[in-house]
């Protein structure tokens, strides 16, 4: 009994070094981050990041990310939670501007929104199709905006977007980046594909899931 009580403590040991040891490799603290963290949850009411280590660099990604999480456990508002995504994407695009010599410059960034369970929401600064850092976050294809929030995206070069009625595609005429758009809301007739086609003639467009734009669109 007690050789097996032994074997036991032994096998503990090592799980607990091994996960202690998987933690610190994977969520050390980034100096150059802590001046932002301290700001981050002073903007969103409903997001937030936990602990500084919430903000993680990704080895295999090469990637700096900003985890945020639900402030409660509540009822899932979309439309308000996602609003909440707008003045933390705000706060880093400012923060960057205005400390040039921040590492955080030189890093590709993703903003990870934990939305709710099994559903991550990112915002971007970098694409694998496009070289270079854009410091403005202009790829957003990975979180559903609405309609009525298209005047804080204007700058976006990726994009998804919500539609809740075929007025809300008038907003498009406010885009002059969109490489890539994917739309998603209520069945619309040939005239209203035709509309974004000739609105957005540079930009591939998916409108619930077909693809709807000129076939010599770069995207």
């Known amino acids: 009994m007690k050789k097996l009580l032994n074997i036991i403590a032994v096998m503990l040991t090592v799980f607990i070094f ?14 150059y981050c802590k001046d932002i963290y301290k ?20 080895k295999n ?16 508002d979309e439309k308000k939670d996602i609003d909440d995504y707008i003045p933390i994407r705000k706060k880093v695009i400012e923060y960057l501007s205005q400390n040039p010599q921040n590492e955080l ?19 971007y600064n970098y ?42 595609l008038q907003v498009l005429e406010n885009f002059n980046k969109l490489e890539y758009l994917i739309l998603d809301g209520i069945d619309i007739s040939d005239n209203d594909k035709a509309y974004i086609r000739n609105t957005l003639p540079d930009c591939k ?15």
């Open 205 to 219: 467009v998916y409108y619930n899931g077909e693809l709807i734009s000129n076939e010599n669109n770069k995207a």
């Open 61 to 76: 990604e090469d990637v700096v990310e900003f985890r945020f999480d639900l402030k409660s456990k509540r009822e899932v």
């Open 18 to 31: 091994t996960g202690c040891s998987y933690n610190s490799e994977d969520n050390v603290e980034l100096d």
């Open 127 to 168: 694409s694998f199709a496009k070289k270079g850092l854009y410091n403005d976050f202009p790829f957003c294809n990975s979180i559903p905006i609405y309609a009525s929030n298209y005047k804080d995206f204007t700058d976006a070069i990726y994009l998804s977007m919500k539609i809740e009625n075929t007025n809300d």
């Open 105 to 123: 410059n030189n890093q590709k960034i993703e903003l990870v929104f934990q939305f709710q369970a099994g559903e991550v929401h990112s915002i």
């Open 39 to 58: 700001s981050l949850n002073k903007v969103s009411s409903s997001f937030e990041c936990i602990s500084i280590r919430s903000i993680c660099y990704d």
